[in-house]
């Protein structure tokens, strides 16, 4: 009879050891999809490097955009080339629309090297920006009144072997005539 007792309470207890390791490896399987999840890239993602907020626009094809300062009270701007997001490298290829529109004090931009295209509004009413540096020989458009507002003594430096594409690139986008592309 006592052994029969003691062989129900080894039993009861080894039973109750199952049951605690398997909620162990529920509990560290959970948190290992957690990891898995925070470690994945995802559209919408973003990153802020440099005083410039950037966003994941196509996690599959490692692309993002710069959407707006980290400081609207930023004097320059740098758009890098690429930026890593959750470890891994993101292609930085648009400016969004509006992304540093009505930054009083910003004076200068550069527009990293795979940038593809500037939205609409983008710099508008930057009544102070005066130089503009295109590093990408890949940019296909400027939208509507991205320039409008910068100021009358702008000058657009762009990379020599894209200087006749780009004039008409940005021609007409809001920016005053006085404004030069060198």
């Known amino acids: 009879e006592q052994a029969k007792a003691e062989a129900e309470k080894a039993q009861k207890e080894a039973w109750e050891e199952a049951v605690k390791a398997k909620e162990n490896a529920d509990k560290a399987n959970t948190e290992l999809e957690r990891l898995k999840a925070s470690m994945t890239l995802k559209d919408g993602d973003l990153k802020n490097e440099e005083g410039v907020r950037y966003r994941v626009t196509n996690a599959a094809l490692g692309q993002a955009e710069a959407y707006a300062p980290v400081s609207k009270k930023a004097r320059t701007i740098k758009i890098a080339a690429d930026i890593e997001v ?10 969004s629309d509006r992304a540093f529109s009505n930054m009083t004090k910003l004076t200068k931009v550069t527009i990293g090297k795979n940038v593809t295209s500037v939205g609409k509004k983008a710099f508008l009413g930057d009544k102070k920006l005066k130089k503009i540096y295109v590093k990408s020989k890949k940019l296909k458009k400027v939208e509507k009144q991205a320039l409008k507002g910068i100021s009358s003594k702008a000058v657009i430096e762009v990379p020599d072997s894209r200087k006749k594409a780009y004039k008409k690139i940005f021609k007409g986008r809001g920016q005053k005539k006085s404004v030069k592309i060198k």
């Open 86 to 95: 959750k470890g891994i490298k993101c292609r930085v290829t648009a400016v």
